[in-house]
């Protein structure tokens, strides 16, 4: 099925509320609502490029159904796993406010749901309005396994900019002819990279760049002097994306459910996990032309291999004129390695800050970290028979780390789990290294020992803790920008820079006063970023770099977040439901 031609039914998100709402009479509480899902998982078979094959889906959609709430409601989303593998369901960006236990990291905050198995995911939306998503969140199984989760304000509650007269959800995703489970196996027993995606895709539609494709278009029709919001969503396994529309620009509204001040870009540049609603005003008569071209190209620093396409939509004014789509306007895209392009872009995102929508940037801090993030690699020796290393110069295996360790998954239990029964022997230690533990020129020549070491390593945080963490990329095997994400929190953007992090003098040149607000952050291209947050949310977290890749390879690690001493500061006890490893 092609779930991008559905979307086109039913754009108003008025609409799609009427279709799933449950309302839930609370007395002196009538706005609350809670709003029922049900994810039935189940194999669905998709021809795109001419291949046909089964694959994951959520109740046989693909891209998955999306989610519409307000903010302040309830979900309850319940997931049967009707398919032969584990899964989990991550709802990227939710704070969890007290409900870790619904986050959906296979092996953080919960044991996967098996085969056969359901789970009742129960959370509640606060303090967040704009786009999120939700995706799969157990190996690579979020190739095809992701949606939209759309927060509109509370009922009578404007946005903080004109209304749109459309909004649409513009999921952009990367299709494998090969099964993506199959392609993560292979690149793990070889040590290698894994082989690329075959298109990228909007609303999982390729369209017409490749072959035996152009039938499987996203197309937005508009009608003149009208502002459409689309919801831009990067849920690509493993590229950061370009983002244009031929002769239009771009107004960035909001990033990762917080309202930014408003810029324009002729485009826009996307990491996995991030998510980015953009106006866009179309013309204010019919243009000479009856369609323009979205157009979607990876950056990345990467010395691999990488999937090096560029997929395009249409914006369609005129169908019956737009017939034959050969030489409308495409927007041009910067060079697939263009950091100059994506530094331009990235430097223009300001908080709001308003009086409605304050930044509540940590002005102190009580611990500071220094994480050096990249790349690295494993010995071959050792290696069971049958393995092989096909990693840097056919000697060793691919590794990713922080602060040179490789986050090994708990296996027998979640670290939630773990730390909620206070078991913590075999399965984690809260010895998470708040600095490298050897100092290297990061961003110069890398040292000779590449080697990482491996454990399920974490910090732990007392409640309400203000945190600020420098993520330094390193140039080990590459300089590569890594998209960092953070389970559980929001957290401020306060500094960045190229080079290596200089703690004596770029701590004067912090925005404390109008920083971004995300969840997923782009650590530069042999540079740094700066981010600040407060640790007011007890749980196990999880940060980790949103390339699928990676985060196999180990770059992530892990908070554990103390209860505070008030009854409302604390986690409750897990749901009875909760799946057993
Ligand atoms: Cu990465």
């Not at 409601?73 to 939710?94: E, Q």
């Not at 080697?451 to 409640?463: A, E, K, Q």
């Amino acid at each position: 099925m092609a779930g991008g031609r559905r979307l086109l039914h039913c754009l108003s998100p008025a609409c799609l509320l009427l279709a799933v709402t449950v309302v839930v009479t609370m007395p002196g509480l009538a706005a609350a609502r809670t709003r029922h899902y049900t994810f039935n998982v189940t194999m669905a078979t998709v021809t795109r490029l001419c291949v046909t094959k089964s694959i994951p889906t959520v109740n046989g959609q693909f891209p998955g159904p999306r989610l519409v709430v307000r903010e302040g409601d309830r979900l309850v989303v319940n997931v049967h796993n009707n398919i032969n593998n584990n899964v989990t369901f991550h709802w990227h960006g939710v704070r969890q406010l007290r409900s870790a236990w619904a986050d959906g990291p296979s092996y953080i905050t919960q044991c996967p749901i098996r085969p056969g198995q359901s789970y009742t995911y129960r959370f509640q939306i606060v303090g967040q309005r704009g786009t999120l998503w939700w995706h799969a969140h157990f190996s690579w199984l979020r190739a095809t396994l992701y949606g939209p989760l759309v927060i509109l304000p509370p009922a009578g509650v404007p946005y903080p900019f004109p209304k749109p007269y459309r909004e649409v959800p513009v999921m952009l995703g990367e299709w494998f002819n090969a099964d993506p489970e199959a392609v993560i196996k292979q690149a793990l027993r070889s040590g290698g990279g894994p082989n690329v995606s075959d298109a990228y895709t909007f609303n999982g539609l390729p369209g017409p760049t490749y072959n035996c494709s152009a039938t499987d278009t996203f197309k937005l029709k508009v009608r003149p002097g009208k502002t459409y919001m689309l919801r831009l969503i990067n849920a690509a396994l493993n590229d950061e994306l370009f983002f244009g529309v031929g002769n239009h620009t771009l107004t960035v509204v909001q990033a990762d459910a917080s309202y930014v001040k408003p810029f324009a870009a002729a485009t826009v540049v996307i990491s996995p996990g991030q998510t980015m609603d953009v106006l866009l005003t179309t013309s204010a008569s019919m243009p000479a032309s009856p369609a323009f071209a979205m157009a979607i190209s990876p950056y990345t620093n990467t010395v691999g291999t990488f999937d090096n396409t560029t997929a395009t939509a249409v914006l369609e004014y005129a169908p019956q004129r737009a017939a034959s789509l050969r030489g409308i306007p495409t927007p041009s895209l910067p060079a697939y390695n263009d950091t100059g392009a994506v530094t331009n872009f990235t430097s223009k995102f300001r908080s709001l800050a308003s009086a409605a929508y304050p930044a509540r940037v940590p002005r102190a801090v009580d611990r500071s970290f220094f994480f050096a993030v990249g790349l690295g690699t494993d010995p071959c020796k050792g290696r069971p028979n049958g393995t092989t290393c096909q990693g840097p110069n056919g000697t060793a295996r691919f590794a990713a780390s922080m602060n040179n360790v490789s986050f090994a998954m708990p296996r027998t239990t979640s670290l939630l789990a773990a730390h909620y029964q206070r078991r913590y022997a075999g399965v984690l230690a809260a010895n998470f290294p708040a600095t490298p533990p050897r100092t290297f020129n990061y961003t110069g020549a890398p040292p000779n020992n590449t080697f990482v070491s491996h454990g399920t390593r974490v910090v732990p945080l007392r409640f309400n803790a203000s945190v600020e963490v420098v993520l330094q990329d390193t140039s080990i095997l590459a300089a590569e920008s890594h998209p960092l994400h953070l389970h559980g929190y929001d957290f401020f953007v306060v500094g960045t820079g190229f080079g290596n992090y200089d703690a004596g003098k770029d701590p004067a040149r912090y925005n404390l006063v109008d920083p971004v607000q995300r969840n997923t952050i782009s650590v530069p291209t042999g540079g740094w970023v700066a981010i600040r947050f407060v640790a007011d949310n007890p749980g196990a977290w999880i940060m980790h770099c949103h390339f699928d890749v990676h985060l196999s390879w180990g770059l992530a690690m892990a908070w554990l977040v103390n209860d505070g001493p008030l009854p409302d500061q604390k986690l409750p006890p897990p749901p009875s439901d909760l799946p057993k490893c």
